[in-house]
T-cell receptor, first 111, second 114 residues
């Protein structure tokens, strides 16, 4: 079955700096790669996703890149703000039938 | 819509007791998922349903765990008997079945087994 590895487990950045989180997946058939953000005491929420026919996708300060050959994808947050502090999860699946999540990255943005 | 509703928010029980977690998915969503979150393993998929039918329960850790979905608006996850290693946050999530649709998560149930 699919296995998703995520790094780093914790990330601390200064406000205004960029943050990058990386994930690798094992199943070459996976074609859907979402990112979820979890704030304290809440369930994860989708922030951006990418399908295998696209190499990069942007939404304001957030971007995701996908390298299907290497089976890895990354989340990039630019101009970080304190409200970006949260736990971020990557995931992979074939469509969205069975999302397999990484172990999460705790991002802290210091003012 | 109120979103995915889980109850209770917190559950503290003693080892050996039965625990029942409840979930009400968003109306109209025909997929329902149960996940378990721990520091060591992150978000693990336990089981998911489509139109109230269990599709994949390969993530259920042991026979002590069982899940049901008697109708489109209600699901339960039961642990009997509970053990301290079951302590975790349990999330329910739902989505529509039209393809690449996002999951909507509930706020979770924090389970502590003493």
């Amino acid at each position: 079955g699919e296995n998703v590895e995520q790094h780093p487990s914790t990330l601390s950045v200064q406000e205004g700096d960029s943050a990058v989180i990386k994930c690798t997946y094992s199943d070459s058939a996976s074609n859907y790669f979402p990112w979820y953000k979890q704030e304290l005491g809440k369930g994860p929420q989708l922030i951006i996703d990418i399908r295998s026919n696209v190499g990069e996708k942007k939404d304001q300060r957030i971007a995701v890149t996908l390298n299907k050959t290497a089976k890895h994808f990354s989340l990039h947050i630019t101009e970080t703000q304190p409200e970006d502090s949260a736990v971020y999860f990557c995931a992979a699946s074939i469509r969205t039938d069975k999302l397999i999540f990484g172990t999460g990255t705790r991002l802290q943005v210091f003012p | 819509d109120a979103g995915v509703i889980q109850s209770p928010r917190h559950e503290v029980t003693e080892m050996g007791q039965e625990v029942t977690l409840r979930c009400k998915p968003i109306s109209g969503h025909d997929y329902l998922f149960w996940y378990r979150q721990t520091m060591m393993r992150g978000l693990e998929l336990l089981i998911y349903f489509n139109n109230n039918v269990p599709i994949d329960d390969s993530g259920m850790p042991e026979d002590r765990f069982s899940a049901k979905m008697p109708n489109a608006s209600f699901s339960t996850l039961k642990i009997q008997p509970s053990e301290p290693r079951d302590s975790a946050v349990y999330f329910c999530a739902s989505r529509t079945g039209t393809g690449y649709e996002k999951l909507f998560f509930g706020s979770g149930t924090q389970l502590s087994v003493l």
